[in-house]
Nanobody, 127 residues
Framework: QVQLVESGGELVQAGGSLRLSCAAS????????MGWFRQAPGKERQFVAA????????YCADSVEGRFTISRDNDKNMVYLQMNSLKPEDTAVYYC????????????????????WGQGTQVTVSS
């Protein structure tokens, strides 16, 4: 079955960096565009970034543009989110997600545009 397993979340000080990882199994990885969302307590799940099947095209939310970078390693079935210059408002559970056989062009950043989800990893940024 499809599994997406996130790791790398932890407590970090404002201004610091973290790299989140997502290991995918049970799928043909290159059939999937991949993405990251986040959800803070009491808030809706929010789009963070997406990457196409080859890694040649990426798309980030305005709130993280210039600070976060999404990448993937198709040989290892992994997707990453490098987060720099972290702010307290980045505190959330971060979810890895996959989008089957569709590009990331035209994404609106809605959760229902993606097909599979991991369980999430907690990122906490202290001020």
């Amino acid at each position: 079955q499809v599994q997406l397993v996130e790791s790398g979340g932890e407590l970090v000080q404002a201004g610091g960096s973290l790299r989140l990882s997502c290991a995918a199994s049970g799928i043909t990885f290159t059939n999937y565009a991949m993405g990251w969302f986040r959800q803070a307590p009491g808030k809706e799940r929010q789009f963070v970034a997406a990457i196409n099947w080859s890694g040649g095209r990426t798309y980030c939310a305005d709130s993280v543009e210039g600070r976060f970078t999404i990448s993937r390693d198709n040989d290892k079935n992994m997707v990453y989110l490098q987060m720099n210059s972290l702010k307290p408002e980045d505190t959330a559970v971060y979810y890895c997600t996959g989008r089957y056989l569709r590009s990331i062009g035209g994404l609106l950043g809605r959760p229902d545009e993606f097909d599979y989800w991991g369980q999430g990893t907690q990122v906490t940024v202290s001020s």
